[in-house]
């Protein structure tokens, strides 16, 4: 495992093209865009203010800078340094901006959520979408870039625009049966449509892509819901995380629910594997340590070691009670990920903040579980391989795999702390995000396997 | 009572007939009766002192009078009148004698009557009176009760009443609070419903304000709103935009249900390859449910399970076939129908052999139990078994009993050795069940115990043999010894000399036999013996000072062990002992003959008492 030297970076900006074959940071208002392989520097392009969102285009072709302080948005192409495009949102102002998925449209949503502007590369063509949802997830493209599913909000009730990308033509047009719509997600095969219900209420809705209700599902009534959804690659399996601290699984053919997931405070599930994270102090003043292993190790010296154990069962989990007075308690599965081929489940609980729960699919049972020293800032599944790297806000990248699981010191100088990781599309990089830096993570191909213990 | 006595007090002095008539009158006899029994006692008692006033009543001079008076009160009692009666009522005054003594017998006999009856009444009324103390005492208990017993009443009463007070005010704040929650329960609804309905209204004006602004935003013409491009591209698929028509609309419909349907397909495919998969599974397991059933069927069951079989596996076929052909919409229908039809015939087939299975399964399986119980009731093969584990619980019992037999053991061991014993007893007791080696070590011993008794009854023996015929020596020494005497007193010239004589020789003697037993306590044993010896050899000294030193002696011999050291020996040995000083003190003028047996004998005996103390 290799890792390159540490780059500046703002707002954790930073992104690999789509094809892979460029990085693009944010510095300040700079966009530096670079090649993946030598880091070397190919474009640098200046924008008006401090950039706060950036974007690749599908085709890898044009990069996306908002800065939506001002309203205004600045696009950039690779093959065409001098090429520029500017969009001024004027007085109505910015919250978000984003590529279509044919990477020749962008689509702004204004402040208070008064409209959606799509704005067109190709021609001066302006389209407007009216009375959209400000909600979780108001806006989702299906993964074939055919279709656009968009929360709308009428008349206090809740609505489903289906756009066809291709020319921004209403499709569809549903109301749904909800209180107070959430979110819309598509199945990665593009032909269903979840729907779920605010925090309030326990619903999940089943829209096939011709707008038809295929199913309703609740779990219960009468207290907080559903905290989050995650499509299996697959289409196969739907997971809810709620606040009850479970995760339903439904599968794709009754919608009915196959399995549900508990996290408990106590595991004594004898499948699982327990690894817990192990911090040990270097000795300081010990006398096998020489002053040259003092100057190697550098920065790491003050950085603490540590290391998984296999915890024999069963292991108490700890847990922070929340304040359930307060609104958005602390509790509840919050993020989920499925692995690229389908078989794991990675979830965390709001309650249990260091502990990485494992699921296996085919067996619909836990796993494996990490409990971190500290509390889990990001986890990210390999897009080519059932490999999850996770990081906690310290100088150390974990990684978890069917055959282990290992924790990497960075040996990056001047404390860099990981708060997030990014995969690079095959799977052989690993981006490391500090708060004001960022670190390139090399897998190697042939020995990861050493590596992993 | 006090005037009665007054009245006798004064009677000398007054005329009798006045006195008699007076004592009439306090000596009725229905007077008497009615008297209280104090003053019946009371009476009894004057009944001596009054005999003499009576004695007085009648005198020389007033016979006739006395009689005639008699007479009288007779008459009024009921007696004959004529039993009593002077002979001659004037001049010569004598009683009819047989008449008056049976009067008075009879007024005895009355008097006793009464007396009895009176007593009676007296116990009775005593009795009455007691009984008349124990009911008014349980009378006033009862009250006493019955007044605790109200005032309890009261309490409850009054605590009855705060309590049925309390109830009625909890069941009022109870409904209070019920209301209350009504209350709160409407105000809730009612909350519920304006926060939506307010929620309604907000959500309305804001979208209202919405639009607004964005009128205002479209009149104002934003010269900011603008896109500021260089060159417009091309579109990324390099076709150029279409106009937006129905056509187009159609077209769009028409990709949708194109990936709608296509994706329905894909699953189905997936579905079809899943139910050929368990249709596959579910052939196995008939095939292998047939051939483990098969063996034992016959033909003709068997031939009928091979023809289910043959006629699955051909459904299987056509379905595999079906699922290879295009899929348009009749030949789904003709899949279907022969998916269902497959279906059914497999499961029905597979029901069937299940129910043939689970039913061959319970045959066996009663079998099994029937065999087993058969080898239970007469397998030979049991028997043996059967002894074998009886034998094996019989020697477990054993272990288990000996196991306990050593713990109880080892509890009386500690027990012994934590509370030394001095019951001589128990303790022997305690030994006896020690262990089994110390009762065969106890029974040696006794039977050497044994053996020395008997060996001292025979030197018991020896010594009353020797003490007769010692006794005879003595007498015939006595005479002897007179004889010497006479001998010298008639040698004798002079008184004085001779008694000098006689009173010089005698201290010596003394001193010489005293000499041992001043010794005897300060010495060892082996020297005092040789010492003795060596007194006792002169037999005059023996006889001197033989009977103040006999416990000396014995214990000079070791026949009566300390008193410290025998505490711990047995009880018999005690015993032994007591007997032994009994003989022995009969046996004094002897012991100077027998004393080396005695020692020996002595010497054994110690020895066993040594042993005896250290077990």
């Not at chain 1, 203010?49 to 696009?75: P, T």
Request: proline share 3%; aromatic share 8%; with cysteine.
């Amino acid at each position: 495992m290799n890792f390159s030297e540490v780059f500046k970076q703002s707002n954790q900006l930073c992104r690999v093209s789509p094809d892979g074959k460029y990085l693009a940071t944010c510095v300040q208002y700079r966009l530096v865009v670079r090649d993946v392989n030598t880091l070397q520097i190919l474009h640098l392009y200046t924008c008006l203010d401090q950039i706060v969102h950036m974007e690749w285009s599908s085709d890898s072709l044009f990069i996306l800078c908002a800065m939506y302080k001002r309203g205004l948005v600045q696009v950039w192409s690779l093959e065409q340094p001098d090429w520029y495009c500017k969009i001024d949102e004027g007085s109505i102002g910015l919250v978000s901006s984003r590529w279509s998925p044919d990477g020749r449209h962008i689509l702004n949503t204004t402040e208070f959520h008064l409209r959606v502007t799509v704005w067109s590369l190709c021609t001066k063509a302006v389209s407007y979408i009216k009375y959209p949802k400000a909600c979780q997830k108001g806006i989702d493209f299906s993964r074939d870039g055919c279709y656009m599913a968009l929360a709308e909000r009428r008349d206090c009730r809740d609505y489903v625009s289906v756009f066809v990308c291709d020319d921004w033509h209403l499709l569809r047009h549903f109301e749904t049966e909800t209180q107070d719509l959430a979110g819309v997600e598509w199945s990665p095969n593009g032909c269903v449509l979840a729907v779920w219900d605010s925090c309030l209420e326990y619903k999940v809705l089943l829209y096939s892509l011709d707008g038809r209700l295929l199913s309703t599902f609740s779990a219960y009534e009468w207290s907080l819901g559903i905290k989050s959804l995650a499509w299996s690659p697959s289409s196969q399996f739907l997971a809810i995380g709620s606040y009850d601290e479970k995760v339903r699984i439904l599968n794709h053919i009754t919608w009915k629910k196959v399995t549900e997931f508990d996290h408990p405070a106590t595991i004594n599930n004898t499948k699982a594997v327990v690894y817990k994270e192990v911090e040990r102090k270097p000795v300081v003043g010990s006398p096998d340590l020489s002053i040259q292993q003092h100057i190697t190790m550098g920065s790491t010296l003050f950085n603490t070691q540590s290391k998984y154990e296999i915890c024999p069962l069963p292991v108490q989990v700890p847990v922070v009670k929340p304040d359930l007075d307060r609104a958005n308690p602390k509790v509840g599965v919050s993020s989920m990920a499925f692995s690229s081929d389908n078989r794991y489940l990675a979830t965390k609980n709001d309650s249990m903040a260091c502990v990485v729960w494992v699921w296996d699919m085919q067996r619909l049972g836990l796993l494996a579980v990490l409990e971190q020293t500290s509390a889990v800032r990001c986890f990210q599944w390999d897009p080519r391989r059932p490999r999850l790297a996770l990081c906690t806000g310290n100088a150390k990248l974990y990684l978890w795999s069917p055959a282990g699981c290992v924790s990497v010191q960075v040996p990056a100088e001047g404390g860099f702390q990981v708060q997030s990781v990014t995969w690079h599309c095959s799977g052989d990089s690993l981006i490391l995000l500090g708060k004001e830096q960022l670190c390139l993570c090399y897998m190697e191909v042939g020995e990861e396997e050493d590596d992993i213990k | 009572m006090g005037d009665w006595w007054t009245t006798a007090t004064i009677e000398p002095s007054i005329e009798n007939h006045e006195i008699s008539s007076i004592s009439r009158m306090r000596m009725s006899p229905s007077r008497h009766h009615n008297n209280l029994p104090t003053m019946h006692s009371s009476a009894m008692t004057l009944s001596k002192s009054s005999y003499n006033v009576l004695s007085a009543f009648c005198t020389e001079e007033n016979v006739p009078q006395c009689t005639s008076y008699i007479n009288q009160e007779m008459d009024s009692l009921g007696f004959s009148s004529a039993c009593i009666e002077a002979s001659s009522p004037e001049g010569s005054w004598g009683l009819n004698t047989v008449p008056a003594l049976n009067m008075m017998y009879e007024l005895l006999q009355m008097h006793r009557r009464s007396q009895r009856s009176l007593q009676e009444q007296e116990t009775e009324q005593l009795k009455s009176s007691s009984a008349l103390e124990h009911l008014q005492i349980t009378n006033s208990r009862l009250k006493d009760q019955l007044e605790l017993y109200k005032r309890e009443k009261s309490g409850l009463l009054e605590t009855e009443r705060q309590l049925q007070l309390k109830n009625k005010t909890l069941q009022n704040s109870l409904k209070t609070e019920k209301d209350e929650v009504q209350k709160l329960q409407s105000i809730i609804a009612s909350r519920a419903s304006q926060y939506s309905h307010d929620a309604k209204r907000k959500e309305r004006e804001s979208t209202k304000l919405k639009e607004r602004l964005n009128q205002l935003l479209v009149d104002k013409r934003d010269k900011k709103l603008a896109i500021d491009v260089l060159s417009y591209l091309g579109r990324a698929d390099g076709k150029r935009s279409q106009w937006k028509t129905g056509k187009v609309e159609a077209r769009h419909e028409g990709e949708m249900y194109k990936s709608l349907l296509s994706d329905y397909e894909g699953r189905q495919r997936a579905l079809m390859l899943e139910n050929v998969e368990l249709k596959k599974v579910l052939q196995q397991m008939k095939r292998e449910m047939v051939s483990i059933l098969s063996p034992r069927k016959s033909c003709s069951r068997g031939d009928r399970a091979e023809d289910s079989l043959e006629r699955a596996s051909s459904d299987r076929e056509e379905v595999g076939d079906c699922s290879k052909e295009t899929l348009d919409q009749s030949c789904d229908h003709a899949r279907d129908q022969s998916c269902e039809h497959a279906r059914e015939q497999l499961t029905n087939s597979i029901r069937q052999q299940w129910r043939r299975l689970k039913s061959h399964m319970e045959k066996l399986d009663s079998q099994a139990s029937l065999v087993q119980q058969s080898q239970q009731c007469a397998g030979k093969e049991l028997v043996p078994r059967q002894i074998h584990e009886e034998e094996m619980e019989r020697m477990r019992l054993e272990v288990q009993q000996c196991k306990d037999f050593i713990q109880t053991q080892q509890q009386l061991l500690q027990q012994q050795l934590n509370s030394p014993c001095y019951d001589d007893e128990t303790a022997a007791l305690l030994n006896d069940c020690y262990t089994l080696e110390e009762k065969e070590r106890l029974k040696e011993e006794w039977r050497l115990f044994d053996e020395q008794r008997r060996n001292f009854e025979r030197e018991r023996h020896n010594f009353t043999d020797a003490a007769i015929r010692l006794g005879h020596e003595k007498k015939a020494f006595e005479e002897d010894r007179a004889l010497w005497l006479k001998n010298q007193f008639l040698n004798m010239t002079t008184f004085v000399d001779h008694k000098r004589h006689s009173t010089s020789e005698t201290p010596r003697a003394l001193s010489v036999s005293s000499e041992p037993e001043m010794r005897i306590p300060s010495t060892p044993a082996m020297l005092t013996k040789s010492r003795t010896y060596t007194a006792f050899s002169t037999p005059k000294a023996a006889s001197d000072a033989g009977m103040p030193s006999t416990a000396d002696l014995y214990r000079t011999l070791c026949l009566i062990p300390d008193r410290s050291s025998s505490s711990v020996g047995s009880s018999k040995q005690g015993r032994w002992q007591e007997s032994n000083t009994i003989h022995s003190r009969e046996d004094t003028p002897v012991r100077s003959k027998h004393r080396h047996g005695d020692g020996d004998c002595c010497s054994i005996f110690s020895l066993g008492s040594e042993e005896n103390r250290l077990n």
